[in-house]
């Protein structure tokens, strides 16, 4: 019998989506346990299994593990299905490379500072704060003329198979050109435009899209 795969996650979190666009390319099913790491507390039970309180964590038999860099690597080893990794190296070292863009440099600007005052802040009865907005554009410019870039020189973000890279970088893109100015600035960089096409096309993409919250 094979082991269950549970995420724990939250359902708003590219974080939570990078892992299910993983599971879902990888062709694994999994079940979901809802974590809102915005809660203060966080559940001591979570806290047992994750220290630092944030998501999302996967849970694989009696395996657990968190850091999203550190589980979708697992996922593709740990299963059948399309390698997520590739072999040759200047393609490994490129998909290594736009993960931890993603990480330390896209994250913060795209997300949090412009989709999540632009998009969510109204939504939740909230007053965008511009001046977030204004510094998330400018840093977000720096992000997509690197990965324009990197897209260009074909060794990621090729448009023709689905990498970790893709996964890693797709749900913060997603939520970028949700914000009008996103959607726009992006239309700047063509081969990472062509690339966003591609991406949000595939079913690993759609149908791991997270929603928007309900309106309050």
């Known amino acids: ?39 203060d507390p966080v559940p001591e039970s979570y806290l047992k299994m994750h220290p630092f309180g944030r998501v999302p964590l996967l849970v694989h038999g009696d395996f657990q593990i968190y850091e999203t860099a550190a589980i979708t690597p697992y996922i593709d080893a740990a299963f059948d299905g399309p390698p997520l990794v590739l072999a040759e190296a200047k393609k490994a070292a490129r998909m290594t490379q736009v993960i931890s863009i993603v990480d330390n440099y896209a994250y913060w600007p795209m997300v949090r500072q412009v989709a999540s005052q632009r998009v969510f802040a109204p939504l939740y009865g909230r007053t965008p704060d511009e001046a977030a907005i204004a510094k998330g554009m400018e840093d977000s410019r720096v992000v ?59 079913p690993t993409f759609r149908d791991t899209r997270p929603p928007l919250p309900d309106q309050h």
């Open 1 to 39: 019998m094979t082991d269950p795969v549970i995420v724990h996650g939250y359902r708003f979190s590219v974080y939570n989506q990078i892992v299910r666009m993983t599971l879902q390319q990888k062709g694994v099913a999994s079940t979901s346990v809802e974590v809102d790491p915005f809660t």
């Open 144 to 202: 997509l003329s690197a990965l324009n870039k990197i897209a260009r020189d074909g060794f990621a973000l090729d448009s023709q198979q689905i990498t970790l890279a893709d996964c890693h970088l797709a749900p913060m893109i997603g939520y970028f050109v949700q914000a009008g100015e996103g959607k726009k600035e992006l239309g700047r960089y063509e081969v990472l435009s062509r690339w966003w096409n591609w991406i949000s096309s595939k």
